[in-house]
């Protein structure tokens, strides 16, 4: 069992960064992908970001160039740094984690074992 729990959220203006922290707890040794994924209202929930435990990172084309997945081993903790904010970043993120065997933003939510609560950023225009 993996317990998660992500913080950083909030209000932000276009052009402005955040940076979201995912605190991992439980049976962390055996997670081998990690991941960002979002949800707009009345919209299906998409991958942002992932990261496996060999440290590849895989980037959704709307977060290519302006976002930055990274993980701190020795705190359990996965990050999203956020950098040039649309408002079309408006969304709920989640953390999610997984013991693999596939590690893309392409995967399918439905294939991450574990999720945290959620937490919303909004981006004003």
């Known amino acids: 069992q993996v317990q998660l729990v992500e913080s950083g959220g909030g209000t932000v203006q276009a052009q402005g960064s955040l940076r979201l922290s995912c605190a991992a707890f439980?049976?962390?040794?055996?997670?081998?992908?990690l991941g960002w994924f979002r949800q707009a209202p009345g919209k299906e929930r998409e991958g942002v970001a992932t990261?496996?435990?060999?440290?590849?990172?895989s980037y959704a084309d709307s977060a290519k160039g302006r976002f930055t997945i990274s993980q701190d081993n020795a705190k359990n903790t996965l990050y999203l740094q956020m950098n040039s904010l649309k408002p079309e970043d408006t969304a709920m993120y989640y953390c999610?984690?997984?013991?693999?065997?596939?590690?893309?933003?392409?995967?399918?939510?439905?294939?991450?074992?574990?999720w945290g609560q959620g937490t919303q950023v909004t981006v004003s225009s």
């Open positions: 990261i496996d435990s060999d440290g590849t990172a």
């Open positions: 999610a984690a997984s013991y693999g065997p596939a590690c893309t933003v392409r995967i399918a939510p439905e294939l991450m074992s574990y």
């Open positions: 439980g049976d962390t040794y055996s997670v081998y992908c």
